[in-house]
């Protein structure tokens, strides 16, 4: 499992064509966005995800089924969908869950993708992404080893 970070937030237009070159071959796609930054601030620290599993609890899934890859702009519609329906008395409830309302806003108005999590990710497609001037960093979750 890979947590890969963009050198800059990129929009879903933006986020879909990097996927398009990474993923191309439909073998794999990224598991979860990341729609906000790690931040500076202890409160700030743990990136927002989103991911094709989040989006059921939002709405029925799309027909394109649950593939990040083509789904960098409906990932950020789906968050401001969602977030657009808090309102301040669910605040006690996210904090519960580690969410903060005000951040949860801010990242839907953004309206970037920082980066994204995945696996399964071959060690020649990680050389590869390293070389890749929008990508600031790789870090890795998980490590397992094909012996078939």
């Known amino acids: 499992m890979i947590f890969e970070n963009f050198e800059q937030p990129l929009t879903g237009s933006e986020f879909k064509e990097f996927a398009e070159e990474r993923y191309g071959d439909g073998l794999s796609s990224p598991d979860r966005l990341l729609l906000s930054s790690a931040g500076g601030g202890s ?12 989006r059921i609890f939002v709405e029925q899934p ?17 968050l401001r969908r969602w977030v657009g329906g808090l309102r301040d008395h669910d605040e006690r409830n996210l904090s519960a869950l580690g969410l903060d309302l005000n951040r949860l806003r801010k990242s839907a108005a953004e309206g970037r993708i920082y980066g994204y999590i995945a696996a399964g990710e071959p060690v020649g497609a990680l050389r590869e992404i390293l070389d890749d001037p929008r990508v600031r960093t790789i870090r890795l979750g998980d490590v397992a080893f094909d012996l078939g």
């Open 43 to 54: 409160v700030d620290r743990t990136p927002f995800g989103w991911s094709s599993v989040t």
């Open 62 to 78: 799309s027909e394109k089924g649950s593939e990040v890859s083509a789904r960098g702009t409906e990932a950020i519609e789906d």
